[in-house]
């Protein structure tokens, strides 16, 4: 058998049900080239990993705790999406989550067929610590596109890396990369014993993440639909369903709606966060009368989760342009329902109390009241404020 087939043989990650005698092997083969001073930090580590109790901070710890086994100029965990060819990097130490950027995204797509490991994902959907030198010799690499393009820039020369588990079209890698100096079979070693313990960690947490994000929806108002790595619906709340067709005006499917989409893919290039592919964007706020829908989207791990809440829409302006008054009145009487003086509203209108005096004039005549404070009560009605309160 050539030693290229035996290697890919060795770095498989097969199904469950088929690996667990080739993956004994694997560490039973690592645990003999380490010392024991390597297998107490292993052990170490491990029971550190375990005992966190900050499933969103799970990217950044595993980084760290990589580290401090492979001494290495730092550590990432990306997620590539293998047909879109998006690319998120959490670094460590930096403590960065951001997309690849254009110029380096378009090298990728250039050359990514060149990639050792992204051609090793294809064929394995899934390895165990690998090195580039593993896969072809380091001059041959560096004589590559993919490497004089997009590795060369950023000084990663030696570069070691496995994965966790995933969909097929998602490849979530750990990696470690230097400068200088290639890793060794210790390395390669120590990180073998690693990757179970991480893989088992990565879904402990997204479990986590998920129930803990599926208890905010107790509400009846509330809904949340779960977003698979691929872009599909996974999962909705029958209260999601309810939300979506009543603003959207279309039944949720394996698909979201256009306006959502186009918002998430808004949000996506700006997307940056020091946990674990975990962050809050700013809500897509969609208004329909006096009632409006905030979503949010937290991510994490290659899920996204949409939380969905319908409340009250605030008093605006615009709603007291239905007394018949222009869009300058309306937002002076606004000012007015305030509690502001003519003063007030003419500094924060930007304009003079001539100005304002003669609005408020117009404003009395429209609504045949005789005063500032008849005028108020109008206004608090239509804005739905009770009369003792003021507008916020």
């Known amino acids: 058998m050539p030693a290229e087939r035996r290697k890919l043989r060795w770095m498989k990650l097969a199904p469950r049900s088929r690996n667990a005698t080739r993956h004994s092997r694997i560490e039973d083969s690592a645990m003999r080239l380490l010392k024991e001073r390597d297998l107490r930090s292993v052990l170490a580590v491990v029971q550190e990993l375990h005992s966190s109790e900050r499933p969103e901070a799970f990217g950044f710890e595993a980084l760290g705790i990589m580290l401090k086994l492979v001494p290495a100029r730092d550590a990432s965990f990306n997620r590539l999406e293998m047909k879109s060819v998006r690319l998120l990097c959490q670094g460590y130490p930096k403590k960065t989550l951001e997309p690849l950027s254009e110029p380096s995204r378009q090298n990728f797509i250039r050359f990514q067929d060149q990639h050792p490991f992204v051609t090793l994902y294809r064929e394995t959907a899934g390895f165990a610590p690998v090195r580039t030198t593993d896969l072809m010799p380091q001059e041959q690499f560096e004589r590559l596109a993919i490497y004089n393009e997009y590795y060369r820039p950023s000084n990663s020369r030696y570069q070691i890396e496995f994965t966790l588990p995933a969909s097929r079209d998602v490849c979530l890698c750990m990696v470690l990369d230097r400068p200088d ?167 924060i209108l930007g304009a003079s109390h001539h100005t304002i005096h003669q609005h408020v004039n117009a404003i009395l005549t429209k609504l045949g009241v005789e005063n500032r404070a008849s005028a108020m009560l109008r206004a608090l009605e239509v804005l739905g404020v009770p009369k003792h309160q003021t507008v916020l």
């Open 181 to 347: 100096k290639n890793f060794s079979e210790r390395d390669r070693a120590v990180l073998t014993l690693l990757q179970p313990h991480l893989a088992e960690r990565y879904r402990t947490t997204r479990q986590q993440l998920e129930q803990a994000t599926l208890a905010r929806c107790t509400d009846p108002q509330r809904g949340a639909v779960l977003i698979s790595p691929s872009g599909d619906v996974h999962y909705f709340t029958p209260s999601a369903a309810s939300l979506v067709s009543k603003y959207f005006d279309e039944p949720i499917s394996s698909n979201l709606p256009e306006a959502i989409r186009r918002w998430l893919a808004h949000h996506e290039a700006s997307f940056a966060s020091e946990a674990c592919f975990a962050q809050s964007h700013r809500s897509l706020v969609i208004e329909r009368g006096s009632h409006r829908l905030e979503v949010q989207t937290v991510r994490e791990g290659g899920n996204q989760m949409l939380l969905l809440r319908e409340c009250n829409a605030p008093p605006s302006p615009a709603q007291l342009t239905t007394l018949g008054l222009t869009p300058r009145q309306a937002e002076v009487l606004y000012l007015i329902a305030e509690g502001k003086t003519n003063w007030e509203i003419g500094t």
